[in-house]
């Protein structure tokens, strides 16, 4: 096999720092980043032998950066990055301008440990806050505690300003101008649903939780959810038209309690318009699962499946994701689970261009996507080699993240059109390396700095 040597570039000459550099001179620089670049000339050459297409010089290049720390956390969008910051006298939560780095607002906020964090959505930037700790008894007699949010509230992204606050907890689906919130008790058990407008919250529709329940799902119609399903440890599940709380229909199915223990026990979950239950743990053996899957009106089953351990199912463009054993899945049919192809691959599957594609992470120890055909399973160009960080499906793109060695990482873009990957540069490695992106922008943290980049 014939390696070429990748042109790194000049990445020690960077553009100057927009007026009013946020934080001082970055600790992750020029300087830094030069050395870096030319110490890894021997592992990007060690990447290309792996097959991967890197056409091009690298194109990333550093344009602000801000102290930060392993107990903050950072999300963004289009226009800003927002990190969330306790400390001493309180929290804080601020907003950069994602270009320049200008601090947009700064506001104190009494909404909880940082890892609730901070979620742009559709126009407004929820909080969850509040936070409450329950105990919840298993099957064989041990005790599990978990965390949820107790309250949620929305500001302008644009201001800081408060637009509202409601008790409960965000359920992660919406229609974009409206969102799904639940309250429980200090038992876990759902006590109140309701529906609220996304830019002002007030309430569009609300109802009692059906009694017992502890468990809510929300299933999607072409990419609207139109049903929501609750569940109680005995297996009463009901259905709830979305648009208004209505009950549609309620039926008790075969349930098991999960065990905090074993992880032996039913659970709850949807796809493609569909209700989905897992059993885990079939007659004690809790390397045999079972796959129910059931249609949404009328919880009557449309197809079951045994797999061999833990079951996963999801999405997978037009067809349905199902792991069969450790790294094997299957793309099955949605109506009859009739199987269409099947791969070996990580059961963490993400979809690109509209579902049109997918990315399957690999298997090994070494990280790597493939680009496949969602309807065929036809793998599209070659296996691309890093971890998923994040993906944009405007600009068709996907970013992936290796470490080389103990001091370097490589930053990569792949097509999901072509599947062809592209070096963008390297980073210093370290377990705080964290990176997501909007557009041509790139931000990781990484180790004490959050730094901005851009990336062609």
């Known amino acids: 096999m014939s390696v070429s040597v990748i042109d790194l570039g000049d990445v020690s000459s960077l553009p100057d720092e927009p007026e009013g550099y946020p934080g001082g001179r970055p600790g992750f620089g020029r300087v830094r980043v030069g050395r870096l670049a030319k110490a890894a000339i021997a592992a990007v050459v060690t990447l290309v032998a792996g097959g991967s297409a890197l056409p091009g010089p690298p194109v990333l290049r550093e344009v602000w950066s801000v102290p930060t720390s392993a107990d903050e956390s950072m999300t963004l969008d289009a226009d800003s990055v927002y990190l969330h910051r306790p400390g001493e006298n309180g929290t804080e939560l601020t907003a950069y301008d994602l270009r320049t780095g200008r601090v947009r607002w700064t506001r104190p906020i009494d909404t909880g440990p940082s890892w609730f964090g901070a979620t742009p959505q559709h126009g407004v930037l929820l909080l969850p806050g509040d936070e409450q700790t329950i105990e919840v008894k298993s099957p064989d007699g041990g005790m599990m505690g978990y965390?949820?949010?107790?309250?949620?509230?929305?500001?302008?992204?644009?201001?800081?300003?408060?637009?509202?606050?409601?008790?409960?907890?965000?359920?992660?689906?919406?229609?974009?101008?409206?969102?799904?919130?639940?309250?429980?008790?200090?038992?876990?058990?759902?006590?109140?649903?309701?529906?609220?407008?996304?830019?002002?919250?007030?309430?569009?529709?609300?109802?009692?939780?059906?009694?017992?329940?502890?468990?809510?799902?929300?299933?999607?119609?072409?990419?609207?959810?139109?049903?929501?399903?609750?569940?109680?440890?005995?297996?009463?599940?009901?259905?709830?038209?979305?648009?208004?709380?209505?009950?549609?229909?309620?039926?008790?199915?075969?349930?098991?309690?999960?065990?905090?223990?074993?992880?032996?026990?039913?659970?709850?979950?949807?796809?493609?318009?569909?209700?989905?239950?897992?059993?885990?743990?079939?007659?004690?053996?809790?390397?045999?699962?079972?796959?129910?899957?059931?249609?949404?009106?009328?919880?009557?089953?449309?197809?079951?499946?045994?797999?061999?351990?833990?079951?996963?199912?999801?999405?997978?463009?037009?067809?349905?994701?199902?792991?069969?054993?450790?790294?094997?899945?299957?793309?099955?049919?949605?109506?009859?689970?009739?199987?269409?192809?099947?791969?070996?691959?990580?059961?963490f599957i993400g979809t690109v261009a509209d579902g049109e594609r997918l990315l399957i992470p690999g298997t090994d120890d070494e990280p790597e996507q493939t680009l496949v055909d969602a309807a065929t399973g036809r793998v599209i160009g070659p296996i691309a080699a890093g971890g998923l960080m994040s993906m944009d499906d405007e600009e068709g793109t996907a970013t992936l993240l290796r470490q080389l060695d103990p001091t370097t990482s490589v930053l990569s873009r792949i097509d999901t059109d072509t599947g062809r990957s592209t070096v963008l540069g390297v980073l210093p490695a370290g377990d705080q390396v964290f990176c997501s992106g909007s557009g041509r922008r790139i931000v990781c943290t990484l180790g004490d700095r959050l730094v901005v980049m851009t990336a062609g």
Request: aromatic share 8%; with cysteine.
């Open 147 to 347: 965390s949820y949010s107790g309250s949620l509230t929305a500001l302008d992204p644009a201001t800081g300003e408060q637009l509202w606050q409601r008790p409960g907890s965000q359920h992660w689906a919406d229609t974009g101008e409206t969102l799904l919130m639940y309250e429980r008790d200090r038992t876990g058990t759902l006590t109140w649903l309701r529906q609220v407008r996304m830019r002002d919250g007030s309430i569009v529709w609300e109802r009692r939780a059906p009694a017992k329940a502890d468990t809510v799902e929300v299933l999607f119609d072409d990419g609207t959810p139109n049903r929501i399903v609750t569940a109680g440890p005995r297996g009463r599940l009901t259905v709830l038209r979305y648009t208004d709380g209505t009950e549609v229909t309620s039926r008790s199915l075969p349930w098991q309690k999960v065990s905090y223990n074993t992880g032996v026990g039913s659970s709850l979950g949807a796809v493609k318009g569909r209700l989905v239950v897992v059993d885990t743990g079939l007659e004690g053996n809790i390397d045999r699962s079972r796959v129910t899957v059931y249609r949404a009106d009328s919880l009557t089953p449309l197809w079951s499946r045994e797999t061999n351990g833990w079951a996963n199912v999801q999405d997978c463009g037009p067809l349905v994701c199902l792991s069969t054993a450790q790294g094997l899945f299957e793309a099955v049919d949605p109506e009859t689970g009739a199987r269409r192809w099947a791969m070996a691959g990580s059961p």
